[in-house]
């Protein structure tokens, strides 16, 4: 008798070991004045099933629009964008619980943080409204020291109404961790600098910078998979553009668009995110569009069109592919749910999957191990 039920009590271990392994917490950043929103919030996602469940949130957070986790998954740095009022957040962070506790604040020095991201050493946050680039210190318990540099972009645009100045929309580390890109909405620019972990003041250094086409309004980037490679995304006239990228370095080899050929309606793209295994990029646009375009990454960084599938919901501000690579859930900020997609790995498509989680003005989609 004992063989057989030593024989159960391994698949009984097995099964549920394979059923942690599905599992993620999903944290979800959201805008708290338009609606009831108390922060940040966490869900449990089953990865196979696209299941999930409510598990922690936090309470009276002011617009936690974008957020970062730190390596070890035990500390969440979060923008609260607030006009001149910003600041950037530091929550310790229990993933078994999704408990988060505030740790402490900073003045973000610029208005309307937009983008945050942050290794060992750093926080490093993009601001839209003051057109700068902020960078604090980490410490050892995970709070955040004052800030220890501050980089003023300058330059308008020919769009008067959204380039009348800087507006840096993200900040984003190269692969190797040695550069720091940044996309400027505002002058039409994307720079490249060094990056110097642990200096005292000096954590950036201005390596290149880089134009695109004038009134186009960059907004996002992500690298490729082997780092070769950058797509950009447009956000004022849905343009795509593809660099080569080295050593800090881009080079413009080819541009697409994520618009129909037909649309002619208001738009405004959004966000960018190619597939776990390299193969697939997304990119979101909002406005009367409110779509994601699919494309086939090739060999040599070019993309090749698949197709455009509607979103279902108004204002996909952000969106998330798991680590699995198995669903895309979409972030609605306008009609106030994150719709789940099941993601077809052989061509890219995706398919809606009936399930939605409804929430108010969810704006950034993390996923981290629980």
Same mark, same amino acid.
């Given at each position: 008798?004992?063989?057989?039920?030593?024989? #159960?009590?391994?698949? @009984?271990?097995?099964? +549920? #070991?394979?059923?942690? =392994?599905?599992?993620? $917490?999903?944290?979800?950043?959201?805008?708290?004045? +338009?609606?009831?929103?108390?922060?940040?919030?966490?869900?449990?996602?089953?990865?196979?099933?696209?299941?999930?469940? @409510?598990? !922690? %949130?936090?309470?009276?957070?002011? &617009?936690?629009?974008?957020?970062?986790?730190?390596?070890? !998954?035990?500390?969440?740095?979060?923008? &609260? =964008?607030?006009? %001149?009022?910003?600041?950037i957040s530091s929550f310790s962070y229990t993933p078994s619980s999704g408990k988060l506790d505030l740790i402490n604040k900073q003045n973000s020095k610029g208005a309307d943080p937009c983008y945050i991201i942050n290794d060992d050493k750093n926080v490093i946050v993009a601001n839209y409204s003051g057109g700068n680039i902020s960078v604090f210190s980490k410490n050892n318990d995970g709070s955040i020291a004052e800030a220890k540099q501050v980089i003023q972009h300058?330059?308008?645009?020919?769009?008067?109404?959204?380039? =009348?100045?800087?507006?840096?929309?993200?900040?984003?580390?190269?692969?190797?961790? =040695?550069? #720091?890109?940044? $996309?400027?909405?505002?002058?039409?620019?994307?720079?490249?600098? %060094?990056?110097?972990? $642990?200096? %005292? +003041?000096? #954590?950036?250094?201005?390596?290149?910078?880089? +134009?695109v086409k004038s009134g186009s309004g960059p907004r996002h980037l992500t690298f490729s998979k082997d780092g070769r490679f950058v797509y950009l995304l447009q956000e004022l006239d849905g343009a795509l553009t593809v660099f080569s990228y080295s050593n800090g370095i881009l080079k413009k080899i080819d541009e697409t668009t994520i618009l129909a050929?037909? @649309?002619?309606?208001?738009?405004?793209?959004?966000?960018?995110?190619?597939?776990?295994?390299?193969?697939?990029?997304?990119a979101s646009n909002r406005g009367e569009a409110n779509n994601i375009t699919i494309f086939k990454i090739l060999k040599n960084g070019k993309l090749v069109l698949k197709e455009q599938t509607s979103t279902l919901g108004k204002g996909p501000r952000n969106f998330v592919i798991d680590p699995t690579g198995n669903f895309l859930l979409v972030a609605h900020q306008y009609t106030n749910d994150i719709v789940i997609f099941k993601r077809n790995k052989t061509t890219g498509a995706i398919a809606d999957t009936g399930k939605k989680i409804a929430l108010c003005s969810p704006v950034c989609l993390v996923f981290t191990k629980n």
């Open positions: 008798m004992k063989k057989p039920f030593a024989v #159960v009590l391994l698949i @009984f271990i097995f099964t +549920s #070991v394979q059923a942690q =392994e599905n599992k993620f $917490n999903l944290l979800i950043g959201t805008y708290t004045q +338009s609606c009831d929103s108390k922060g940040i919030y966490v869900y449990d996602f089953d990865s196979k099933t696209g299941d999930f469940s @409510f598990k !922690n %949130a936090t309470e009276k957070v002011i &617009n936690p629009s974008y957020l970062t986790v730190s390596k070890e !998954n035990n500390f969440i740095y979060s923008v &609260n =964008e607030n006009g %001149a009022e910003s600041t300058h330059g308008k645009g020919i769009n008067t109404q959204r380039q =009348e100045g800087p507006h840096v929309h993200m900040v984003y580390f190269s692969p190797d961790k =040695e550069f #720091v890109l940044s $996309n400027d909405l505002g002058n039409d620019k994307v720079y490249s600098y %060094a990056y110097n972990p $642990n200096a %005292a +003041s000096t #954590v950036l250094e201005l390596k290149d910078s880089i +134009s050929k037909d @649309f002619k309606g208001d738009f405004s793209s959004a966000d960018i995110h190619i597939s776990p295994d390299g193969k697939f990029l997304y």
